[in-house]
């Protein structure tokens, strides 16, 4: 199991507080999702849930990780222009969204920020301060 195969199951687990319905609905084995906690435990040096008989509950370490996760999934799972496109800005804008402000439009997505030059965005801060 990759490592953000680890994470879902991680993140799983912490929605359903519960390694049990986590395994189920993920249709793995309960013991493969035990296994796959406890390599992120010792991968991290840190203890990420916190065990009963009744109930599993993330720890401060496991709730500040979870966060994380989420966030890093999130991002994997954004679709991204091939490096190989021709107008890689166009591509990338399609997928995001625009808040107006004045008369300026801020894309607000990761993609706007990986393919625009930082030397623009300066540019056009310099120019129009309200952005």
Do not use: W
């Amino acid at each position: 199991m990759d490592r953000f195969d680890a994470m879902r199951v991680f993140t799983r687990i912490v929605e359903r507080r519960s390694f049990t319905k986590a395994a189920d609905d993920l249709g793995l084995p309960r013991s493969s999702v035990t296994d796959a906690v406890q390599g992120l435990e010792v991968r991290l040096g840190v203890r990420l849930l916190q065990r009963t008989t009744r109930q599993v509950s993330p720890t401060l370490d496991g709730e500040a990780y979870y966060q994380r996760c989420i966030s890093l999934i999130a991002d994997r799972r954004m679709p991204r222009a091939p490096s190989s496109a021709p107008n890689r800005q166009a591509s990338s804008a399609s997928t995001c969204t625009a808040r107006k402000r004045g008369t300026s439009f801020c894309p607000a997505c990761h993609a706007f920020a990986r393919c625009t030059p930082a030397s623009a965005c300066i540019s056009a801060k310099r120019t129009s301060p309200s952005i």
